[in-house]
Nanobody, 120 residues
Framework: VQLQASGGGLVQAGGSLRLSCAAS????????MGWYRQAPGKQRDLVAQ???????NYADSVKGRFTISVDNAKNTVHLQMNSLRPEDTAVYYC???????????????WGQGTQVTVSS
């Protein structure tokens, strides 16, 4: 499985960006797709994730501003980011974890990062 992320860029505070991550290859029907971010000198943290059951989870810092969604037909996960703040500046990475059944091995894939820079 290969993940291709796109949509990063430079935006002013208060603006919006939409990140997309297209997965090519075999994604099982049981999956978790998500976005993580890493700012310089900091660890990589979860931003948002969505499961094949439709459950979503967001970091407290982005709740109400970011929305994660998935297009199953295109194996693509999106992250709509609104009301962006300078502290959202980071490299954003998409991640897919997938397994055939709940008892099977879980496969873990990462995309290349995409830079998001929010100017004040």
């Amino acid at each position: 499985v290969q993940l291709q992320a796109s949509g990063g860029g430079l935006v002013q505070a208060g603006g919006s960006l939409r990140l997309s991550c297209a997965a090519s290859g075999n994604i099982f029907s049981r999956y978790t797709m998500g976005w993580y971010r890493q700012a310089p000198g900091k660890q990589r943290d979860l931003v948002a994730q969505i499961t094949s059951a439709g459950s979503t989870n967001y970091a407290d810092s982005v709740k109400g501003r970011f929305t994660i969604s998935v297009d199953n037909a295109k194996n693509t996960v999106h992250l709509q980011m609104n009301s962006l703040r300078p502290e959202d500046t980071a490299v954003y990475y998409c991640n897919v974890r997938t397994q055939r059944t709940v008892w099977a091995r879980e496969y873990d894939y990462w995309g290349q990062g995409t830079q998001v820079t929010v100017s004040s």
